[in-house]
């Protein structure tokens, strides 16, 4: 939870984010330069981090979607998002939200 919350407090979330300059690898510019970006930044930077101190971890990417009680709805582009996971011995892959709220 600590790499989570670093990220969440300390980089901002922005949808106008720069992106890298050529020859800088994305999460070292996140991370180093930058300081903003996407849930895709975020969680990405959260899993570099967790495998760095020796924590199995994954990026998941799929949708977000508000519950509904309709027996279907339309998922957008808008709703694409990335998550990370963690792997526990004897439980699996729990999931975790850099990504400020």
């Given at each position: 939870?600590?790499?989570?919350?670093?990220?969440?407090?300390?980089?901002?979330?922005?949808?106008?984010?720069?992106?890298?300059?050529?020859?800088?690898?994305p999460?070292?510019?996140?991370?180093?330069?930058?300081?903003?970006?996407i849930?895709?930044?975020?969680?990405?930077?959260?899993?570099?981090?967790?495998?760095?101190?020796g924590?199995?971890?994954?990026?998941?990417?799929?949708?977000?979607?508000?519950?509904?009680?309709?027996?279907?709805?339309?998922?957008?582009?808008?709703?694409?998002?990335?998550?990370?996971?963690?792997?526990?011995?004897?439980?699996?892959?729990?999931?975790?939200?850099?990504?400020?709220?």
């Amino acid at each position: 939870r600590g790499i989570e919350k670093y990220l969440q407090v300390k980089f901002a979330y922005n949808l106008d984010f720069e992106t890298p300059p050529e020859l800088w690898e994305p999460n070292d510019w996140f991370l180093f330069e930058s300081k903003e970006g996407i849930c895709g930044n975020f969680n990405s930077a959260f899993v570099i981090l967790a495998r760095a101190a020796g924590i199995p971890a994954r990026l998941a990417t799929g949708y977000y979607l508000p519950p509904s009680n309709e027996e279907s709805q339309p998922v957008y582009s808008y709703q694409a998002h990335a998550w990370a996971e963690i792997g526990f011995e004897d439980i699996g892959w729990i999931a975790f939200e850099a990504t400020p709220a």
